[in-house]
């Protein structure tokens, strides 16, 4: 599992001139799986997620985390973070879960988020 983290002031998603998902101040999480990825795997994100403390306190200082900043979550599914570059100049996918394994994961991985987070969580449309 690999994710991108990135700290917001807000956040969209939009497919076919529609958004689908939107939050104010938060997290953008772009979440990649592969195949062998599993429940330990899922429960280290989250509370690492959670745990982050990227938020600036009184002080200037990034010492805070989402739930002291009463931040939202938005996860968008992004297989290609698991791009093969080395070689060639086409990238490889091959590491990236295959749909059958991936859909469930990023489902229990939003759900996570959501029951452990206390905070909206927004997510995007996993798309095939």
Do not use: C
Not at 3 to 30: H, M, P, T, W, Y
Not at 41 to 54: A, C, F, H, S, T
Not at 59 to 86: C, P, R
Not at 92 to 114: G, T
């Amino acid at each position: 599992m690999r994710v991108v983290v990135q700290r917001v002031k807000s956040a969209s998603v939009v497919v076919n001139a529609k958004e689908v998902s939107n939050i104010d101040k938060g997290l953008l999480v772009l979440a990649g799986f592969e195949d062998d990825d599993n429940e330990e795997d899922l429960n280290w994100m989250v509370g690492k997620l959670l745990r982050l403390r990227i938020f600036d306190d009184a002080d200037g200082l990034m010492n805070l985390s989402i739930g002291e900043v009463d931040g939202q979550i938005l996860v968008v599914s992004q297989f290609t973070l698991h791009a093969k570059t080395k070689k060639g100049n086409r990238p490889s996918f091959i590491k990236a879960a295959h749909p059958d394994i991936a859909i469930p994961l990023y489902n229990r991985f939003v759900q996570r988020l959501k029951s452990e987070s206390g905070t909206k969580v927004g997510e995007g449309i996993f798309s095939l």
